[in-house]
């Protein structure tokens, strides 16, 4: 019995001790996390794009469609009345949200109450950004740009889906800088953009 205990120790050892040379060897960088514990990541010092290499992003071919603007008068008049349509019913629903979960992730319509289900910073103002700019909907797109600016990206009460809030929040950032060229929003996605690296520093990235 003690013979057969000797040998499993000695295989659990072994086994144990082969795993972390395997896993040391593939992936250096497991064993560093070991900071984490004992360092907040919220404090450690991250530069945006440090990690991330982009290399012939001007060379990238044009997507958009070259329409054609060679349009009779009846196509004109279904056309504007379509963008019109669209843009009332943008209204609509930013009016309603503006009124009762101004601030708020999303308006719940039935019941006229503000959810926050997006890590509490506003989804629906800054998914909405590029769209009311698209609209000429200054005034609308000016006040959300007031309430972008205090937000601050780095302090959530919820969870943060790096999903979502990279298709909704640095997506939205981003769009509305490259439309309106105003700084704030670069600097915003900038800081957003910080505070999410953490999640990518990993074995697998």
Not at 61 to 76: A, G, H, M
Request: with cysteine; proline share 3%.
């Amino acid at each position: 019995v003690r013979l057969q205990l000797l040998f499993l120790n000695l295989l659990v050892f072994g086994s144990l001790t082969y795993y972390i040379i395997e896993v040391d060897y593939n992936y250096p960088t497991v064993f560093k996390h070991s900071q984490w514990f004992r360092e907040s990541p919220s404090r450690l010092l991250y530069n945006l794009g440090s990690r991330v290499y982009l290399n012939n992003v001007i060379q990238l071919p044009k997507v958009q469609y070259d329409f054609s603007f060679n349009e009779t008068d009846e196509e004109k008049i279904l056309r504007e009345s379509r963008r019109d349509s669209i843009k009332n019913g943008f209204l609509h629903a930013w009016n309603g949200y503006k009124k009762y979960a101004w601030g708020y992730d999303e308006l719940l319509p039935l019941t006229n109450v503000g959810r926050n289900n997006f890590n509490g910073w506003g989804a629906t103002i800054i998914d909405a950004l590029d769209t009311m700019w698209i609209m000429d909907l200054k005034e609308e797109f000016n006040c959300s740009r007031d309430f972008v600016r205090s937000v601050d990206f780095t302090k959530s009460d919820e969870i943060i889906n790096v999903f979502e809030t990279t298709i909704r929040y640095l997506g939205g950032l981003l769009s509305a800088y490259e439309l309106s060229k105003e700084l704030v929003f670069l600097e915003k996605a900038q800081e957003l953009g910080n505070a999410l690296l953490p999640s990518f520093d990993s074995p697998t990235g």
